[in-house]
């Protein structure tokens, strides 16, 4: 999430927007890393918020499972808070649109958290305490499509 008090120039605005996009796709990436279903690894997705004054825009992320290597930033909404008592009405779009968010971010967190028990209950299998061998955690496809992250180097 980045936030500004006002607008000062397309430039900074453009260069804040690459810079969350940049943490989006390692927030995505290490997402990715905690899955070992092919199908949780689909539902996988980040949001980065930008808000500017009393506006902003929620964008998503997702690594796109059919091009190697490609990250797509899909705008969702434009979201708007209130300034006085007179705008709560316009707030009603802005709080339907953060609702629905939460709710996919609670979808997505019991599936990490599936993920991870899943993960768990392989490595503590029968098969390693008889020393059989445990059965094998494959990787998800997408994890072979992903990619480093560039940054720029800070100017000081």
Known sequence: MEAARRYDDDQKLSHDHGKLLREGKDIVDQLLNNVVDSEAAERIKGFVFQ????????????????????????????????????????????LAVLLNIRRELDSLAHCLRDQMELMEERRRSVGATRSRPAPMILVHPLKKRMRPTWYSPTHN
Do not use: M, W
């Not at 808000?51 to 979201?79: C, F, M, N, R, W």
């Open 51 to 94: 808000l500017i004054g009393t506006q902003g825009a929620i964008t998503s992320l997702h690594l796109d499972d059919e091009e190697e290597g490609l990250y797509v930033a899909v705008p969702q909404k434009s979201i708007s808070l209130p300034r006085s008592i007179h705008s709560l009405r316009r707030f009603e779009d802005t």
